[in-house]
């Protein structure tokens, strides 16, 4: 049981979590609607990826130390810990971590200190993510605890990239500029693109494309980030399932006074109800297809505008790159939608892109090449797993800081 690893992802209004023995995740689940009446908790067994067994209960969860000690109940009785010691290390999952961290950090009070300095950045995520740390601190004050950044992985990014034309003195005091997202699942997949290949991630010219109702594309070059389509926030980029990405920036101000909104019911509107949404009604991807296939003009737009807005992108970031050695689709569209990456890749022959259509339809959870014949690009499917990037980066951190005690 000693290299046993705890992600939790904590949201306002619920904990995500999976239990992982070296490489293989053993349990995992949700408890969701904490602090309504109707709260659920799904706790799952795995084996080989595969949930072998799955509990869900319905008792009302007051708050988030009350979800965690259940979650921790769950985990002793369905065998997976004998107690809380058993834990080599707890990772959490942090949406912001601003120009302060640039890599997984192994928390004390001063690390707490300056994820809450961050929370300006993430008013939503971060309070959220600090309380799912204080839970677990309170239940294994003696687990050490690591947080891993979304933002972590993009810290690369050079100035002329992370700046906006904005005056300057906004970046210095109100911290304006591109930080990126999604960091977890683009680091996570360019590894394993690395290892398929069987090349050195440092020789590698990557695109990396996370599609899922978060969307984000990244350029990477020699393992590290060079441009990312998220910025200051992860509204900004690749149209999404519910946000609108790229806008004229001037469109907030004139829809704020030409809908009467104020600019927190436009933010709302931006973040919620734009994107697939706010083309044909529906932000999940398999429900666009459906209507697109029963003729539905603004699905068939949607589908349209969606593909073209990421074709811009893998042109933006070749030019960045230089030399592109492969294209990668992640997310739940990315993973499962052979019609999304077909009209993506369709019409760049021209940059070395081409696929192989019957390649394109395999269905699987393991990585699976695309490109076809005359393509210079290879073209993977990887599936994401940031929780794994998540408790193989706290399991490396806290081994080394043993290392580092050892020799002291
Ligand atoms: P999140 O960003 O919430 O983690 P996911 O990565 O799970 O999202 O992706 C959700 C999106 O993936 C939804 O739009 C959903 O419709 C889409 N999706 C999931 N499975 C499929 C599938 N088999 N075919 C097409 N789209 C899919």
Redesign the pocket.
């Known amino acids: 049981m000693s290299v046993t690893i705890l992600v939790i992802n904590s949201g306002s209004s619920s904990i995500k979590y999976q239990l992982f023995k070296g490489n293989s995740a053993l349990a995992g689940g949700i408890v969701e609607r904490i602090g309504e009446p109707k709260s659920r908790f799904v706790h799952r067994l795995f084996q080989s990826r595969q949930t072998i067994e799955e509990t869900i209960s319905e008792e009302p969860v007051s708050n988030h130390g009350e979800g965690m000690s259940r979650i921790f109940t769950a985990l002793m009785e369905s065998g997976c810990l004998q107690h809380e010691a058993d834990l080599l290390g707890i990772g959490h999952r942090i949406v912001h971590g601003g120009e302060a961290f640039k890599e997984p950090t192994l928390i004390d009070d001063q690390v707490l200190t300056r994820i809450a300095e961050i929370i300006p950045l993430a008013p939503l995520h971060n309070p959220a993510n600090l309380k799912g740390i204080q839970v677990a601190l309170e239940i294994c004050p003696h687990v050490p605890q690591v947080a891993v950044f979304d933002t972590a992985f993009h810290q690369t990014l050079p100035p002329p990239v992370f700046h906006y034309p904005l005056p300057y003195c906004w970046y210095k005091t109100h911290h304006v500029r591109r930080y990126g997202f999604h960091g977890t699942s683009h680091h996570y997949v360019s590894k394993q693109a690395a290892a398929y290949l069987k090349q050195p991630l440092e020789t590698l010219h990557l695109i990396t494309l996370h599609?899922?109702?978060?969307a984000s594309a990244t350029a990477i070059k020699a393992g590290k980030s060079m441009d990312t389509s998220m910025g200051m926030t992860p509204l900004e980029g690749l149209m999404m399932?519910t946000r609108c990405g790229d806008i004229d920036p001037s469109l907030p101000l004139y829809l704020t006074q030409a809908l009467g909104k104020s600019p927190e019911e436009l933010d709302s509107l931006l973040n919620r109800e734009s994107g697939?949404k706010g083309i044909c009604g529906t932000?999940?991807?398999?429900?666009?297809?459906a209507l697109a296939k029963a003729g539905d003009p603004l699905a068939s737009l949607a589908i349209e505008m969606y593909c073209y807005r990421i074709k811009k992108y893998i042109g933006a970031y070749y030019a960045v790159l230089g030399r592109l050695d492969a294209l990668i689709f992640t997310?739940?569209?990315g993973?499962?939608?052979a019609l999304?990456r077909n009209h993506v890749c369709a019409g760049l022959a021209h940059l070395g892109i081409v696929i192989d259509h019957k390649k394109n339809q395999t269905a699987g959870h393991d990585i699976f090449a695309i490109q076809g014949e005359g393509g210079a690009v290879t073209v993977l499917v990887i599936p994401?797993d940031e929780e794994l990037e998540i408790a193989q980066q706290t399991l490396a951190l806290i081994q080394n800081q043993k290392c580092l005690d050892a020799h002291s």
Not at 211 to 214: F, M, P
């Open positions: 599609l899922g109702n978060g399932g697939l932000n999940d991807m398999r429900q666009v297809h997310g739940g569209i993973e499962n939608d999304i994401t």
